[in-house]
């Protein structure tokens, strides 16, 4: 992929004032050092799968040190989507915690995200939802809690088969993904 090519007409549009930030989605960290060695404006933001089975926790230090935040998306694990998965929402330890703290598994998955300075990207049409989502600033998980959540194994929701193709700059998941699967 020509990212260079890419990002010079992203810098562009930013430097016209068509937007106020760039920034890129599904970076790994070895696609960011790739743009970064040329770029002349760093992203502001990665958008990436994030939720307490997907934690990405080499990606969110390298993006830390570089002053690129990181968005997580998925922080449920898109349960319901095509390319989703019920893990997150079906664990123990977060189930667990929950119970514990008298709040929903929802709410201990988008405070773990929070606590962890990054940014999430939640959706919800449903106006009970909306609000209990609103729900997790008045409260913080213990040090053990994190641990717990810390030691969850981690598995990837979203491959990204549907990026792979023989003729595509990628050929397999591995690639795509530069081996931080």
Not at 119 to 125: A, G, H, I, N, T
């Amino acid at each position: 992929m020509d990212f260079k090519s890419v990002w010079e007409g992203m810098e562009e549009c930013q430097k016209l004032g068509l937007t106020k930030s760039i920034g890129v989605s599904n970076f790994s960290c070895k696609k960011l050092e790739i743009l970064l060695a040329t770029a002349k404006i760093p992203p502001a933001v990665n958008q990436v799968e994030r939720n307490p089975l997907w934690q990405q926790k080499k990606l969110r230090e390298f993006c830390e040190t570089k002053g690129i935040v990181i968005t997580a998306y998925s922080p449920l694990g898109a349960n319901g989507t095509p390319w989703g998965t019920k893990g997150v929402m079906e664990c123990e330890v977060l189930k667990q915690i929950a119970d514990a703290k008298r709040k929903t598994l929802a709410q201990v998955c988008l405070r773990w995200v929070y606590e962890q300075g990054v940014s999430l990207v939640v959706k919800s049409f449903n106006k009970d939802r909306i609000q209990e989502n609103i729900g997790i600033f008045d409260w913080e998980l213990s040090p053990q809690e994190v641990d717990k959540i810390n030691q969850i194994p981690q598995n990837r929701g979203f491959p990204a088969i549907n990026f792979i193709a023989d003729e595509g700059p990628y050929k397999c998941v591995h690639e795509f993904w530069d081996g931080e699967i």
